[in-house]
């Protein structure tokens, strides 16, 4: 198995500019999370899907940021307009089952300039 | 505020030695999780441990769990160079759904 992918890996952008950041989940995974990491604030869950269905987007920081899970194998991280504080690594994971283990992706990280 | 509160936040030690790393939690858990970091990298899962269960190995790693102090600790063995990262716990708290919640991480680093 290939694991998490995410795309792209690096991405650095201007203030304004909408990024979107891409995942694919291990197949036959049925839940799917996007967190942000940074050396301030760690590693915040951002939103996470459960049979493609958003169950939980309470640590989405913004109206800016929107995900989206169209089909069981891939998941939309989008933020627009993007503003330097956004700048952090974002990873996704999936895991199999309820609170059991997941799976990280490499992460995306993300600068706005 | 986070679940997981790992304790040292910063660990460093020779090759060799052993390094313990603390967890606290503050509500009932249906498990406990630790995870490692490299550097630059996505998190690793090492080891899951119940809430029904109070110690579990995996190699050169030791996880205890104590429920009535909601605490749990990681043990490394014989560390090597390459065991330098952050490593993360997490919990699966009974009313949080399908999240795990993660604390801070402890940086370890093994100097050889």
């Known amino acids: 198995d290939a694991g998490v992918i995410q795309s792209p890996r690096h991405e650095v952008t201007e203030m304004g500019q909408e990024v979107t950041l891409r995942c694919k989940p291990i197949s036959g995974h049925n839940s799917l999370f996007w967190y942000r990491q940074t050396m301030m604030r760690g590693l915040e869950l951002l939103i996470y899907f459960n049979n493609n269905v958003p169950i939980d987007d309470s640590g989405m920081p913004e109206d800016r940021f929107s995900a989206k899970m169209p089909n069981a194998s891939f998941s939309t991280l989008k933020i627009q307009p993007s503003e330097p504080r956004d700048s952090a690594v974002y990873f996704c994971a999936s895991s199999s089952a309820r609170g059991e283990t997941q799976y990280f992706g490499p992460g995306t990280r993300l600068l706005v300039l | 505020s986070q679940q997981g509160e790992e304790d040292p936040q910063a660990l460093s030690i020779q090759e060799g030695e052993n390094a313990t790393m603390n967890c606290s939690y503050k509500?009932?858990?249906?498990?406990l999780q630790w995870y490692r970091q490299n550097s630059g990298r996505g998190l690793v899962h090492l080891i899951l441990?119940?809430?029904?269960?109070r110690e579990k190995h995996s190699g050169r790693l030791r996880v205890t769990l104590d429920t009535s102090k909601k605490s749990s600790s990681l043990l490394i063995t014989a560390s090597r160079a390459a065991d330098t990262a952050s490593y993360f716990c997490?919990?699966?708290?009974?009313?949080?759904?399908?999240?795990?919640?993660f604390g801070g991480g402890t940086r370890l680093m093994v100097k050889p």
């Open positions: 997490a919990t699966d708290a009974f009313n949080a759904g399908n999240m795990l919640t």
């Open positions: 441990i119940r809430s029904n269960e």
């Open positions: 509500t009932s858990i249906n498990n």
